[in-house]
């Protein structure tokens, strides 16, 4: 039965007001209807378009392709294309999925062809962050298993070598030092593994950003060089950031480092803070600019920049896991990265960053730990890895304390700290110390950890009260952390080993 001219009217209404475009075509490609969807994401009217061929709005060499699938039309078969390529009016592509049916005349013959077309192009790009966000997920558990584990190694490696620094002299010294050196570099190198994987400790302080980037000006002016032209704009007054110190000077320096490696033939680097509103939050917003006059990246390149490992440099120029740090420690700190790039022009990161309350920065310039030593207390050191476990035992037996690894012929009320790492292979640190304080209530705890404070305390519910000392450590920072847990259980507070007589 014939639609009557109300009905047809009806529905011709409904094509014109869809959000999809529909487009009616001759069987040769020349448009004949453009309804007001393909308006609004194509961007050309219906009398720009109509009469014109289809080729105009498809990808370069796709017209052998067209011509195959008006062939498959007028064959009387539909096309089905989940994802396939256009081009809007401004020259810009964007990605549809099409259902192109056959028309047919009165007498069952194949007329034309009308095509339904979705724009998937902002869907297709959320599956792909999605997807991206999951890898980057299983790397960081892969990285940040494998960063722990080495972790008991290189704290193996720096105390022993330590230990051997003070026996030898001559080259042998020399060698023990090369030995100390790599061992440095391979912790930090850990470090950045391990603050990808999100699974870093950092210490959390107020900090002027303004600061940071006029007291890094000198150092970066000669890392990039005197070809590159820095540009240091701090903002006017105090712009205060809880963050780690040493985690934004890494930020800044790994975009400074990018920039100077995008302008060989030399360039202006420009370090911008500022007071942002864009993100529309109570409390403000603290932003960082990087900006360079370098060779720019490709869209496939930007896309995946923060990506661990991936890198356009050689491999001796870079590991891939620069700016994967940044994009970590910018996460950890509750703020967004963004970043525009144009090839021959240049490229701009955007960091935010949440703003203190607290409009007054904290003092940065403390000293590191100093190395302490023990009145004779007992220690009981729990620890699955035997070479930290021994590692352990030496230092604190070398400094002052009694050291022990189990409790074989040990009063434990005799025990003045629990030094036990958190995760045991048949038990884990906190359930051990909860059973001996349950025999033992005045027995200090100290934890050691490879795994960030948010991680372990969350899982195995251990206040922010409790010390955790962070793997790999040095032997000054084993016993600072031990002084200071005897000290806060009521201990007498160990005393620098160089005031002891």
Not at 226 to 254: F, K, S, T, W, Y
Request: with cysteine; aromatic share 4%.
């Amino acid at each position: 039965m014939k639609a009557s001219w109300s009905e047809r009217e009806m529905l011709a209404a409904i094509v014109e007001q869809s959000s999809d475009a529909v487009i009616a075509s001759t069987l040769d490609g020349i448009v004949t209807a453009w309804n007001g969807g393909a308006e609004r994401i194509y961007g050309y009217s219906a009398d720009e378009v109509i009469g014109r061929p289809l080729t105009a709005l498809l990808p370069d060499g796709a017209g052998e392709a067209l011509q195959a699938a008006l062939g498959t039309i007028a064959a009387g078969e539909q096309i089905r294309m989940d994802e396939t390529t256009r081009i809007r009016r401004d020259g810009t592509p964007f990605v549809v999925s099409v259902i192109v049916s056959p028309i047919r005349d009165e007498n069952g013959t194949v007329v034309a062809a009308a095509a339904t077309e979705r724009d998937i192009t902002e869907a297709k790009q959320t599956r792909e962050r999605s997807a991206r966000a999951a890898r980057l997920e299983s790397l960081g558990q892969l990285a940040g298993g494998v960063a722990h584990d080495f972790n008991n190694l290189l704290a193996i490696i720096m105390n022993y070598a330590d230990f051997l620094a003070e026996e030898v002299t001559g080259e042998a010294a020399d060698d023990l030092a090369r030995i100390r050196d790599a061992a440095d570099r391979a912790r930090s190198l850990t470090s950045q593994l391990l603050l990808f994987a999100k699974r870093e400790p950092t210490q959390v302080e107020v900090v002027d950003l303004n600061e940071v980037v006029t007291g890094a000006e000198e150092l970066l002016s000669r890392t990039i060089g005197e070809h590159i032209r820095l540009v240091c704009r701090p903002c006017g007054g105090v712009v205060p950031v809880r963050a780690n110190r040493g985690r934004l000077d890494q930020i800044l320096l790994n975009l400074v480092i990018n920039a100077r490696d995008a302008m060989p033939d030399g360039g202006t680097v420009v370090a911008e803070v500022a007071i942002s509103d864009q993100l529309g939050t109570d409390g403000g917003w603290a932003r960082l600019t990087v900006s360079d006059t370098g060779t720019g990246m490709t869209t496939e390149v930007r896309d995946r920049l923060f990506e661990p490992f991936f890198t356009t440099k050689t491999a001796e120029q870079g590991t891939g896991l620069g700016l994967a740090t940044v994009y970590g420690i910018v996460g950890d700190a509750g703020g967004h990265i963004a970043v525009e790039s144009t090839l021959g022009i240049g490229t701009t990161f955007r960091i935010e960053l949440p703003l203190a309350a607290s409009a007054t920065c904290d003092d940065t310039t403390a000293s590191g730990p100093a190395p302490l030593g023990g009145h004779g207390e007992l220690v009981l050191v729990v620890e699955d890895e035997r070479f930290v476990r021994d590692l352990v035992v030496r230092v604190l037996s070398n400094s002052g304390y009694r050291a022990v690894d189990d409790l074989a012929g040990v009063p434990l009320d005799e025990v003045s700290l629990l030094l036990t790492d958190v995760v045991l292979r048949d038990t884990s640190g906190p359930l051990l110390a909860s059973e001996l304080r349950a025999r033992h209530p005045s027995l200090a705890v100290l934890y050691m950890s490879g795994y960030s404070d948010g991680k372990i305390r969350a899982q195995y519910d251990i206040g922010a009260a409790t010390r955790i000392l962070h793997k790999p450590f040095t032997a000054a920072e084993l016993l600072h952390h031990v002084g200071e847990a005897l000290a806060a259980a009521g201990r007498p507070q160990a005393v620098s080993r160089g005031s002891r007589e």
